[in-house]
Every structure is written in C-alpha cells, then in structure tokens.
C-alpha cells in the first residue's frame, strides 16, 4: 500500500476510535440491507427538480425520477419513452410512456408530465435556471410564465391519453429529447407539488416515480432512501437503498472513502488524488470548461476597460494555460483548453466538436502588451482588474497563477473571495462582477450547451454577450445538420477569437473515486452519476 495512503488510513481508524470513546457506545441504529453510500461535496439547496439543476441536487434527484430521455456514456437515450415520433415539420414530438408507477403505487401518466412542465413554469425564471428549456421551444410557455397560473391549459404540452404525451415547438429543434432529461421535464402531481412552491421536496413523504425514494432529509448531513419496489424496472436494482452523505471538505471526503465509510466520493482534489489511484478507482466524470468571464456589457460593467476588445484580446492572449494545469497538477484529468466547448462533444465531422473547431486562442505574452498598449495600458501604467471566485484549493491555485501571469503583461489582479451562494449570486444574478470565475458541464451531448451561455435570453442579468452573436444563435435554431455545425463553430470563433468575450482556461472532469467493488453505476455526463443498477460486491 502507499504509504501516503497507509498513513491516511491510520489516522482516520484512530479518528474512529476516540469518535466511538466520546458518543458513550452505539446509539445510532445499524441499517439493514445492502445500501450503497455516496458523498457530496456541498448541500443541496432544494430537491424539486426543476430547482435542483447543478450537479450536487442532480446526484440527489438523478435516483429518485425517471426521465422521458437520460444523459447515458453513449449520449440520450430513452428511459420512460417507449416510443418517439416526430412530425415532418419537427414541431410535433408524440411520445408513448412506458408502464411505469410512483412508489404509492399510482400509475405515472402523460398528465404528469403535463403538470411537471406547468409546475417548473410556475416558479418563474427567477429560481428555474433551465425554464429556458421549455420557454424557448415550447408553444406559449413566456405566456404561461408571465400569466404566473396553473388555469391556463393552452400551451404546447398535452396529454392525448393516459400513456401518450404530445409536445408542440416554436421552432423545429433537432436536439430536442436531448432537453427531456432535465428536471424541468419530470413528471409530478399537484397533490404533492403544489404551484408555486418547491419547498416540498425538502421534506420526506413524497412519491417518486424513480428507482429509489427519499426516507430520510437532511440537505446539511445526508439524505437517505430505499428502493422503490414499484418502478418498472425495480427487479434490476441490487442494492435496498442510497446514503448521500454531505462532506464539504475534500480531505474528509477522501478519509471517509479510504475507511470505507462511503463507496463512491465526488468532491475531491485532483491534484492529491491523481498521485493515490490509478484508474481502477480514480475517474473524470463530464465535460467542464474552466474559464474567466469579463463583465462586457454596458449596462452591467464596472469596469469599463472591458468594453475595449483589445483589453479583453490582451487577457486572452496573456494567460499560459498550459502553467495553470501544470499547477493544479491533477495528471491527465485537467488539460489546457483553447476554445469554450471541451473535448467530448460531438461532432459528426470527426466525432469531437473541440477538435474540428481547432485552437481559438493562444499564450503570446508579446502580443498581448500589443493588445493592451493599444488600449492604453502598459506595465508602467498598468490596468487594475478585480477577479471574483468562490474559494477552494482548485480555484486558489488559478487564481494565484492568472494573477502572476496577468501582471507581466501589464494587468494587476485583484482577487475577490466569496461563499458559493454569495458568489453566484452577485455574478448570475446582479452582474455584480468585473472578471470572474466560471465553469459549465455539459447539459446535453452538442456544443449549444456551451455557446448559449453568452446569448441575452440565457442569462438572468446579461453580461457578457451581444446583438450580433444573439443574431447567430438565433440563425443555427433553425438550421440542421452539417450547416447547423458549421454555423456553432463560427458563433463560437466569434465569441472567443474575435471578441474575447470569454477566455477559455482549461478544460476537465470531476475527480471520483469508486471501489472496485461497486459495479453498475454510470456517469450521465453532466458531472454527477445515475446509481439504479448500482451493485456493492464485498
């Protein structure tokens, strides 16, 4: 054994002891059955799924519903659609359900997939980060949204019958059932998710329609549940239920899965665990880009050297990615990113979006004291910028190296800490920001995931972006095929090459580790996993 991992495992075994000494015996009942233990690496704020969108809530929620598609390793795929026909025009989706039932036992029918969609709308965009989703391509959803009310019956969402759901778009869109995996999406009752609200799933007592349902809520401890013995598929699930346990920092996570205390960890630092495993238990889960975001926008800029591109062309051009991976120093599990999509989307050209779409930016220091001089700025007359991230090791350490590199070319970096709740906020939310910290797994396998970020209608307060590349993206909505590619590629030469809206860092997955015990698990690849068939084999 390593010894690094030897000395770990001691330590954490004598933790365990004097742990034990203290509580004065075992008060805590012991489980029963085979459950399968997993960790977290923050809280989920809510668990109705058209809030919990970001990875930490879809670790929780991935187990608890069935889709109408799911994210599989092999792209979407169908899970609760038996049958998908499409009209001629790619406006109508007619899809027949499978047999499938909620842990009280009722039937999952069309009419919950009708109300799950009304559900997610009448939360509003202001806490639904993918009502997009459905607002953009669903007939009459802006209205329904702004009518804020569940009366109204008239959008593009139908129940033909009990087993057959019928969807009308806006605009053909060929990725269309690559969106039916997300939360806004899921099937739900009314006589349990009330209109208007989504504190109800943070409370035990609900039916899923999934392989497993909630027992016990604890958003800041743990979350456990049982197997649902009604899911159609429940013969296929070896385990009796899930522990998601919440472990923030990520020495404890990986001390709790070298004692075994839980099976499969998700909050971990790639630089300490690439030296530990090899890929027997080590693994990348989704496709990230890691980049900074520059406050652009004339509305929202407080900065107002941002709005000169040549600022903007001066940080792209003046950071070495290659010494920022060199730095986090995580093996092959990070890698110098020079466009905004990653690696490992798809393109029918040759299978890798990244790959057809080259190299957008570059590291020429000399270039960028150009960029910056014609701006006015110069390292005897630097420019102030503040850079604003939410802290941990990964984020501290490309912090530090933007700052160092950043102030050769004559640009003194400020950097600005805050919590992850505050931070998203004040960047998201009010635009409060001059340069910051961003990342974005994939939401589905196409390079849209990526490049719709910078567009206005995305965006809660925009930004970053402009009129023009709008227009673009408003052109490949409805475009198809090579066309359509070719048209994402331009849009995202555009917003990096030529306007350095956003400056690509690097790219990466999330450094897990699973035992070699546990089997059937798969990474959706979004950044979280899918545990239905998951299995324990010790």
Not at 291 to 310: G, S, W
Not at 531 to 536: E, G, L, R, T
Request: net charge negative; aromatic share 12%; with cysteine.
């Amino acid at each position: 054994m390593n010894m690094k991992k030897l000395f770990t495992l001691l330590l954490a075994v004598l933790m365990v002891v004097s742990l034990a000494a203290c509580s004065g015996g075992g008060n805590t009942p012991e489980k029963t059955g085979k459950v399968f233990k997993y960790a977290v690496g923050d809280s989920p704020n809510y668990l109705d799924p058209a809030i919990a969108s970001d990875s930490i809530g879809s670790y929780v929620i991935n187990q608890f519903y069935y889709p109408l598609y799911y994210f599989s390793p092999n792209g979407i795929l169908p899970a609760a659609a038996a049958d998908t026909k499409v009209s001629d025009d790619g406006l109508v989706y007619t899809i027949t359900l499978v047999d499938n039932k909620w842990s009280d036992g009722k039937a999952v029918t069309a009419d919950d997939f009708v109300y799950g969609v009304k559900h997610a709308l009448s939360l509003g965009d202001a806490e639904v980060s993918y009502l997009a989703w459905i607002t953009d391509y669903i007939v009459n959803a802006k209205n329904y949204v702004a009518a804020n009310t569940d009366t109204m019956t008239d959008i593009g969402v139908k129940a033909l019958d009990d087993k057959t759901v019928e969807y009308t778009l806006v605009k053909p869109c060929s990725f269309f059932t690559s969106l039916l995996w997300g939360g806004v999406y899921y099937p739900l009752r009314p006589d349990f998710a009330p209109s208007g609200d989504y504190t109800w799933a943070n409370t035990v007592g609900y039916p899923t329609c999934g392989a497993f349902t909630p027992t016990f809520i604890d958003t800041a401890a743990k979350i456990e549940s049982v197997k649902n013995p009604n899911w159609f598929d429940a013969a296929k699930v070896k385990v009796d239920g899930l522990e998601c346990k919440v472990i923030t920092d990520m020495e404890s996570q990986l001390m709790a899965y070298q004692t075994e205390e839980i099976d499969f960890a998700t909050s971990l630092s790639a630089g300490t665990v690439s030296k530990l495993y090899d890929d027997k238990e080590l693994f990348a889960s989704g496709n990230v880009n890691y980049y900074m975001e520059l406050n652009m926008r004339p509305e929202t800029a407080t900065n107002k050297a941002l709005l000169d591109v040549n600022v903007r062309k001066a940080i792209l051009y003046g950071i070495d990615r290659q010494a920022i991976v060199d730095a986090i120093d995580a093996g092959t599990i990070y890698y110098p990113l020079y466009g905004f999509v990653p690696h490992g989307i798809v393109d029918p050209t040759d299978g890798d979006f990244r790959t057809t779409g080259g190299d957008l930016c570059k590291y020429d220091p000399d270039a960028a004291k150009e960029f910056l001089a014609k701006a006015g700025y110069s390292t005897d007359k630097p420019l102030e910028l503040e850079y604003y991230y939410n802290q941990n090791t990964t984020h501290d350490t490309v912090a530090a190296v933007l700052k160092s590199q950043l102030a050769e070319i004559g640009i003194n970096l400020t950097l600005k800490t805050g919590d992850v709740r505050t931070f998203f906020d004040d960047r998201d939310n009010q635009g409060h920001y001059e340069a910051a910290r961003g990342a974005m797994s994939a939401d589905y396998n196409d390079a849209l995931t990526y490049l719709d970020m910078a567009t206005f209608s995305y965006q809660t307060k925009a930004s970053w972006g402009d009129t023009t590349y709008d227009a673009l993206m408003l052109e490949i909505a409805s475009m198809s095929g090579q066309e359509r590619i070719a048209k994402l590629h331009e849009a995202e030469k555009y917003l990096v090459e030529e306007q350095a809206m956003v400056v690509p860092l690097f790219g990466y997955g999330s450094a897990c580790l699973r035992h070699t015990y546990v089997t059937g698990d798969f990474d959706n690849g979004q950044g979280n996993s899918i545990f239905w068939y998951v299995n324990i084999n010790k």
